[in-house]
């Protein structure tokens, strides 16, 4: 595939993943194009070697997984694992407000988002809506994309807000609340984004219980620069490497041992969910897997030795403008390469014996890699690595490709680096030893 091909993959799951639920779907229709087949938690499963397989957790995450054709007891997990949540603003119950002329939603922050650059934006909306069910514990289910934009969040004009270039704070309640209409007809006053909801999903207002939905850019991905090194995108945190492992399971298959790609939401906030890197879904998807050949948590925890989880997220690149924000030693720049993520605080994963491994699979395959660390009087964040490795104590490492705007509502990293992510999944899953 060209590099170009690489990156044509990452804008069509940016295209198609417009909140966790859809990005799960997005991931869903390749690994069937790939002969995985889905498993439920609620059913016997019946495994064969060399069987690709997935199951869906809550909506939003998911773990697929191959079982190599020679697979034994003994064989240890690969798992590479990444988020399919990103920072923005999502619809709140009885979201109807009517001042002043407009129609508006009331909505909230989720995650760190950059807030200023949500202004101004084509917004839309997509999630999952949950429809009266003819049985109280069964609700039904529907994912709904508007697709087109119908929402926006306008500046203030500069002539009545002059101090804007010196840096604005926005409220979060009162300052990110979208217009998308102006008041008309009486009747439609009441509930008209319930109504507009109904109206897209065929069904009558009173059928809708609850959704759990988010605000996105409809912009699509780009390529900028002059020989298109950039991708300036929404949602490259974390689609970005949700793709490259997906590319990578579907591609990269081992004899012995077990593949696994596990998709976690709620990483923005924390991951302590149950559909979270922090909860026990990852674990006990692999003791499901040992249970199922007839042997569970005794292998599982013989496999803690040399097993080993490859988180992948995004890094911080060096920016051209304020280049003392990085590391003096340490500078990542876009298109030359995944950053291997390192702190102390173990905020990222920081084991010297994985990190090792990721730099030999690279020199082996040629593929460029770079350090990140933060500068030591500041911090940047953290991600799944370091939580996900506390209920499955494996050798961990931390890396991604290096992002410029990380969590503003439009993204940059370096073209050539989504092959060189891809390149060393691939890697991680194919080496047998
Ligand atoms: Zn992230």
């Keep these: 595939m ?217 912009d699509t991905g780009d390529f900028l620069g002059l020989s298109e090194e950039f991708i300036s995108s929404p949602r490259l945190d974390n689609l970005t490497s949700v793709q490259a492992i997906t590319t990578g399971l579907l591609s990269g298959a081992r004899d012995r041992g077990i593949n696994v790609a596990a ?29 199922s050949y007839g042997r569970g948590r005794e292998k599982l925890l013989e496999s803690f030795s040399k097993s080993m989880l490859l988180s992948v997220d995004v890094g911080h690149g060096l920016h051209p403008n304020k280049a003392d924000k990085n590391d003096p030693t340490n500078k990542d720049v876009l298109g030359k390469g995944i950053c291997i993520k390192e702190a102390s605080g173990q905020s990222y994963a920081t084991d010297s014996e994985a990190v090792a491994i990721v730099q030999q699979l690279c020199e082996a395959e040629q593929i460029p890699y770079q350090k990140f660390v933060n500068r030591s009087d500041g911090t940047s964040g953290g991600t799944l690595g370091s939580i996900a490795s506390t209920l499955f104590p494996v050798r961990t490492v931390d890396i991604g490709v290096p992002l410029l705007a990380m969590h503003s509502s439009r993204e940059l990293m370096g073209t050539a680096d989504q092959e060189s992510l891809v390149r060393v999944v691939k890697a991680f899953y194919s080496w047998e030893q």
């Excluded at 119908?150 to 500046?155: D, E, G, S, V």
């Excluded at 709620?266 to 897997?289: C, D, M, N, P, Y």
């Design 263 to 291: 998709f976690f939401d709620h990483e923005e906030i924390g991951s302590r969910t149950k559909q979270g890197a922090g909860s026990v879904l990852l674990s006990a998807v692999l003791e499901r897997i040992l249970l």
């Design 2 to 218: 060209s590099t170009n091909g690489y990156a044509e993959d990452l804008l069509q799951l940016v295209e198609e993943g417009t909140s966790p639920f859809h990005v799960v779907s997005s991931v869903e229709r390749q690994l069937r194009a790939g002969g995985f087949q889905q498993l439920y938690m609620e059913q016997d499963w019946s495994l064969n070697n060399g069987g690709s397989y997935y199951v869906i957790h809550h909506g939003s995450s998911l773990v697929a997984f191959t079982v190599g054709k020679a697979f034994q007891f003994g064989d240890v997990f690969r798992v590479a694992a990444a988020h399919t949540d990103f920072p923005g603003l999502r619809v709140k119950p009885a979201p109807e407000i009517t001042k002043d002329g407009y129609r508006q939603l009331n909505v909230e922050v989720y995650g760190g988002a950059i807030l200023n650059t949500w202004l101004d934006r084509p917004l839309s909306a997509a999630g999952r809506v949950v429809l009266r069910g003819e049985k109280v514990f069964e609700p039904r289910i529907r994912l709904v994309d508007f697709r087109k934009p119908f929402l926006t969040i306008p500046n203030l004009a500069i002539h009545i807000n002059r101090d804007v270039n010196k840096g604005v704070e926005l409220n979060k309640q009162t300052d990110m609340l979208p217009v998308l209409g102006l008041c008309g007809e009486e009747e439609e006053k009441e509930e008209f984004f319930r109504k507009c909801l109904a109206r897209e999903l065929q069904v009558e207002p009173e059928e809708i219980l609850e959704y759990e939905l988010g605000l996105y850019n409809t």
